[in-house]
C-alpha cells in the first residue's frame, strides 16, 4: 500500500516530515515500535552467481509485506571467474553504504528544514583478493579501505550542506555496521 500524502502534510526532500515527525512521537512513546527485523533469502545458481530475494519484514510491532520482491543477482566479473550476471558482494556493499548514507541525510535534512536538490556520490573500496583466495600477504579479507565522495546541492549554505552529510554518515545503519562491525553468527543446517 503506497502512502498517501494528505493536503495538510508537510514534504520535503520527497519525504512525509509529518509522517516521519509522527513516526518518531510514536517511538518515544513505544520503543518497541523502533525494533526491525530485515530478512533475505539466498541461493547460490553455480559459480560466483547466487541470487537474494527480499521480501517482508518485521516492523512497528508486526510482519509488514512489500508490494514488491525484489530480487538481486550477485556473480563475480569474468576476471574473477564468474560471468557478470551481477555486481559482486563488495560491490553491492558499496551500494548499500552510499544509498544508506544519502537516504539517512535526506531524511535528517528534510527534518531540520533543509531541501536537497542533489546528492551524488562516489564510491572506492580497495580490497586485496589474497585474503579471500586464504594467500599469505593479506591485512584482511574484505575492503582496507573505502573512500565515499559526495557532492551535495541545495538551498542551504554549503556549511548547512556538509552537514546535513555528516549527518547521514553519523546516523546511517549500514555505516554504523561497515566501520563498527556486527556480530554476525552463522548456524548450518543439515
Known amino acids: 500500500m503506497k502512502q498517501m500524502?494528505?493536503?495538510?502534510?508537510e514534504v520535503r526532500n520527497g519525504v512525509n516530515v509529518t509522517a516521519l515527525t509522527d513516526a518518531m512521537n510514536a517511538i518515544d512513546q513505544d520503543s518497541t515500535l523502533a525494533k526491525f527485523v530485515f530478512r533475505?533469502?539466498?541461493?547460490?545458481?553455480d559459480g560466483g552467481h547466487n541470487r537474494?530475494?527480499?521480501?517482508?519484514?518485521?516492523g512497528v510491532g508486526g510482519e509488514q509485506a512489500r508490494e514488491t520482491q525484489f530480487v538481486m543477482d550477485a556473480d563475480?566479473?569474468?576476471v574473477l571467474l564468474g560471468f557478470d550476471r551481477g555486481a559482486n558482494p563488495v560491490e553491492y556493499l558499496l551500494h548499500a553504504l552510499a544509498a544508506c548514507v544519502t537516504t539517512t541525510a535526506v531524511y535528517h535534512?528534510?527534518?531540520?528544514g533543509i531541501r536537497i536538490d542533489e546528492i551524488e556520490s562516489r564510491l572506492e573500496g580497495n580490497l586485496d583478493l589474497r585474503g579471500l583466495l586464504g594467500m599469505p600477504g593479506a591485512n584482511r579479507n574484505g575492503y582496507e579501505q573505502i573512500k565515499i565522495k559526495m557532492k551535495v546541492k541545495g538551498e542551504?549554505?554549503?556549511?548547512?550542506?556538509e552537514e546535513a552529510i555528516r549527518i547521514g554518515q553519523k546516523h546511517s545503519p549500514v555505516f554504523d555496521i561497515v566501520s563498527n562491525g556486527t556480530d554476525i553468527e552463522i548456524q548450518v543446517e543439515k
Open 156 to 161: 542551504a549554505s554549503p556549511e548547512k550542506l
Open 52 to 58: 537474494s530475494t527480499i521480501e517482508g519484514f518485521y
Open 76 to 78: 563475480e566479473p569474468m
Open 5 to 9: 500524502i494528505q493536503e495538510n502534510q
Open 40 to 45: 533475505s533469502k539466498n541461493q547460490w545458481l
Open 109 to 112: 535534512a528534510a527534518a531540520n
